[in-house]
């Protein structure tokens, strides 16, 4: 396959620390919410063997903040996702499907409660800042809708923790899983959580004081050889392996959270308003007629760059692969396909083409570990 240049521009944006990604050899961009996203940095095998073991710092400036304040900024995040919010805590993330009037997915991102009334919406890749913008002005709400200037570097790895209290001091180490807090460094104060991309563990800054920030990140990889720290990116080997879920490849406007497996995040039984509730309430009542499922395919390479349809022996239709790639663990590539009822079952045998070959493959449930 031919590798072709992507032409930066304004509306293609990078980041605050594209200049130093680059210096620090990343070789492949993606796009994500109209921003160059890291996709590798050399042999994705070998960042995601290191990823396990040590620790990597991430660009995931793409993950934009949506920020939400004023009066009725709490009412506007709650129309927006089923998950009941109404408990909420100020310091804490929490994972929200967003969805629209008929229940399709329209993002999955990181909520953070900052106080009562302002919210920031850490995005997956798509506007959801127009959409918001659209409920807030149709109901007529006081909420003050931007994209506040911050950038979020990921520290990720078992490492992390080691690497990130020799810098900030041990009151780092005591954030819970998904809790986040203020640490001084440079000179000012940063918001970092305990969240992240990867199931390895570690923490995400969100860089508001760039030039602070900046040092944080240098000061970083200036004492990180002791614990191999290396510039990584979101790795597609171990996201699939870990089942994180990314929209635009594994879901979409066409899928539903049930669909999605995202049952934890959903509320119903409460009287709290969400957007595609009523919906909801019938998709529970009828059951999904298609759901995400992991596969595992007897084949040690494969790249996904569409949907690829999945037959049984019989050559019916029992769904799309997604995602997938080869995972050194399981010595096969593994994917997230969405599969159709009634194909729902465990070690359910399908075909697939890849580039002319007949491969077969196994459905299994996610998570795979
Ligand atoms: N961090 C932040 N923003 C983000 C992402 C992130 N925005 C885009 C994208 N990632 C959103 N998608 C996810 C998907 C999974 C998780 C976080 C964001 C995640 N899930 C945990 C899990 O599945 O185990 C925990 C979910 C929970 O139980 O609350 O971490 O990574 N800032």
């Avoid at 710092?57 to 998950?83: F, H, N, P, Y």
Wanted: charged share 25%; proline share 4%.
């Amino acid at each position: 396959m031919s590798n072709f240049y992507i032409a930066k521009s304004r509306r293609l944006r990078g980041t605050k620390y594209t200049s130093r990604v680059e210096k620090q050899g990343v070789t492949h961009y993606t796009v994500y919410n109209h921003m160059l996203l890291p996709a590798a940095f050399g042999p994705l095998d070998e960042l995601y063997h290191h990823l396990k073991e040590h620790v990597q710092v991430w660009d995931a400036a793409v993950q934009r903040q949506l920020e939400i304040s004023g009066k009725d900024s709490a009412k506007l995040v709650q129309l927006m996702t089923c998950r009941d919010l109404s408990k909420s805590k100020v310091g804490r993330c929490y994972y929200c499907p967003i969805i629209d009037d008929n229940a399709g997915l329209i993002n999955d991102p990181v909520v953070l409660k900052l106080s009562d009334t302002r919210w920031w919406i850490s995005l997956s890749d798509s506007d959801v800042g127009l959409f918001a913008k659209g409920l807030a002005i149709g109901r007529n709400f006081d909420v003050k809708i931007s994209e506040p200037d911050v950038d979020i570097f990921s520290v990720q790895g078992p490492k992390s923790f080691k690497l990130m209290e020799k810098v900030l001091g041990p009151k780092i180490t005591q954030l819970k899983f998904f809790g986040f807090d203020y640490f001084e460094f440079g000179g000012a104060k940063h918001l970092i959580a305990r969240s992240g991309w990867s199931k390895q563990g570690g923490y995400e800054v969100y860089m508001e004081h760039t030039e602070a920030g900046l040092a944080l990140y240098d000061k970083l990889f200036e004492v990180g050889d002791e614990f191999n720290l290396k510039p990584g990116c979101p790795n597609l080997i171990e996201r699939i392996e870990s089942s994180l879920l990314s929209y635009g490849n594994d879901m979409d406007l066409g899928d539903n959270p049930y669909e999605c497996g995202f049952d934890n995040y959903i509320n119903l039984d409460n009287d709290i308003e969400f957007l595609g509730k009523e919906a909801l309430k019938r998709i529970r009542s009828e059951g999904v007629k298609k759901k995400l499922m992991g596969v595992k395919l007897d084949i040690d390479n494969i790249s996904v760059t569409g949907s690829m349809n999945l037959y049984d022996s019989k050559n019916e239709l029992i769904g799309e692969l997604r995602s997938g790639s080869y995972n050194p663990m399981f010595k096969q590539a593994i994917g997230i396909a969405m599969i159709k009822k009634p194909y729902f079952k465990q070690s359910q045998e399908f075909k697939v083409n890849i580039n002319g070959k007949n491969v077969s493959g196994k459905v299994c449930d996610l998570p795979f570990i």
